[in-house]
């Protein structure tokens, strides 16, 4: 396994705040906190795991309006607001009356991170992992990217004065490779899907000395920063959970971390302890955990993704087992879309609510519509969707379904002809 560091004494005291270990999600072994990502007793993921002391509403209302009110539920220094990040979180909560009617949904909500510093939900998370690449001294800050990891870690390390070096399967949307060349001079294109750049990853963190690959040997602190998205809501909310939340599942974390959130808040004593379902969302073109949830099984097989939501498209999903066992226990599901289904769900949110949303969140809207016309979802239930990306990334889904309604003469006659009036 690689280390980031090979002399972990040198993290100093109080580097992961009140975090304590990390701990197997298999069988709950303890390692030190420290640059690794596998059980050393069975290979399972390690977590995060925390000692919290009493935390109130009061604490984290009084933080600043990004993740770092939060900082306490993470595993950061107690004076992380003072290292330069991106600042990413506290992103709008918005009401979606007119998409909720349109569908038939009571009650339903958009927690919109496009707003995020690079335009999705992934500043969230990168902050937390520099956070840990800066205690373990790394000298580049890395990730294998479906794209929108890559925006974020090139602009983060920019902003922290950090070398980063970020990978992409080379037949990545245009907008997505300069919204990350932009920040970064080390951006490489790899011939080859995201499995095969994870792969990449994972060999270069095995050799090189004091890379800091965010979402593989960092990846414990990486995920936490998703947890976030779970403290926001519910805080948003008036400090109550949703009855039905409906998350997009690329490798999974995001979901696993929301849940996490909402666990942790309830342990805590800062919301009621009640139901809700979890559901998952996937594009049919890689749909790895819906396929297996459909069939009742456990076992996931992978698949060589091919659809148009790219920032989903990961085969091998790494959480994608614990993603099962969620929505499954909370009674939720994982469903699975067409990419023109897709298409019809971005056009469908921009038009209701005005949000652009990209592939991705195209695939939670549509997601939400298929378990309302399947009977899977409770429509008489709160329901909150994640956006989770921008529309501006991902232009090309819809450009052949939206444009000018007519090209006409700068003349009134002309207007008037185009039936406008
Ligand atoms: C990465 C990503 C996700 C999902 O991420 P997980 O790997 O499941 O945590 C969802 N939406 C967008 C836009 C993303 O970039
Ligand atoms: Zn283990």
Same mark, same amino acid.
């Given at each position: 396994m690689s280390a980031v560091v090979s002399e972990l004494e040198t993290v100093r005291e109080g580097a992961f705040g009140n975090a304590v270990a990390l701990s197997c999600r298999e069988c709950g072994a303890k390692v030190d906190l420290g640059p690794s990502y596998a %059980? !050393?007793? %069975?290979?399972g993921p390690l977590e995060v795991a925390y000692d919290f002391p009493a935390i109130t509403r009061e604490d984290i209302a009084a933080? !600043?309006?990004?993740?770092?009110?939060?900082k306490a539920l993470l595993p950061v220094p107690t004076d992380i607001e003072q290292s330069p990040n991106t600042e990413p979180g506290f992103t709008r909560l918005l009401r979606a009356d007119n998409l909720g009617r349109e569908l038939g949904i009571a009650s339903l909500w958009v927690k919109d991170d496009s707003t995020n510093p690079t335009n999705s939900f992934k500043d969230r998370v990168v902050a937390c992992a520099l956070s840990a690449a800066r205690e373990f001294h790394a000298k580049v800050f890395a990730c294998p990217s479906t794209g929108n990891l890559a925006n974020a870690v090139a602009a983060a390390g920019a902003r922290a004065g950090i070398r980063t070096v970020v990978f992409i399967p080379s037949n990545l949307e245009q907008p997505k490779q300069v919204n990350s060349a932009v920040f970064t001079d080390s951006l490489v294109a790899v011939d080859g899907n995201y499995d095969d750049v994870n792969k990449l990853a994972q060999e270069i963190a095995a050799e090189e000395e004091g890379w800091a690959f965010v979402n593989v040997n960092v990846r414990p602190f990486y995920a936490e920063g998703s947890k976030t998205l779970g403290y926001e809501i519910a805080e948003q909310l008036g400090w109550r959970l949703p009855d039905q939340i409906v998350i997009p599942v690329a490798s999974g974390s995001q979901l696993t971390k929301v849940h996490k959130a909402f666990q942790e808040l309830i342990a805590l004593g800062l919301v009621e302890d009640k139901p809700y379902k979890v559901f998952g969302a996937q594009a049919e073109g890689c749909g790895p955990v819906a396929t297996a949830y459909k069939a009742g099984v456990d076992a996931i097989r992978p698949v060589k993704p091919d659809t148009i939501a790219k920032s989903l498209a990961i085969g091998n999903p790494a959480d994608g087992i614990y993603v099962l066992d969620i929505t499954r226990a909370t009674g939720g599901a994982v469903e699975q879309v067409t990419d023109d289904e897709i298409r019809d769900a971005i056009v469908l949110l921009a038009r209701t609510e005005g949000v652009f949303t990209e592939t991705a969140g195209g695939t939670t809207t549509a997601v939400l519509k298929k378990l309302v016309e399947t009977g899977q979802l409770d429509t008489s239930l709160e329901t909150v969707i994640i956006n989770t990306g921008h529309g501006l990334k991902t232009l090309d889904a819809v450009s052949g379904r939206v444009g000018p309604r007519a090209t006409i003469a700068a003349s009134y006659d002309a207007f008037e002809a185009a039936g406008l009036a």
């Open positions: %059980c !050393p007793e %069975c290979f933080g !600043p309006a990004n993740i770092w009110r939060y």
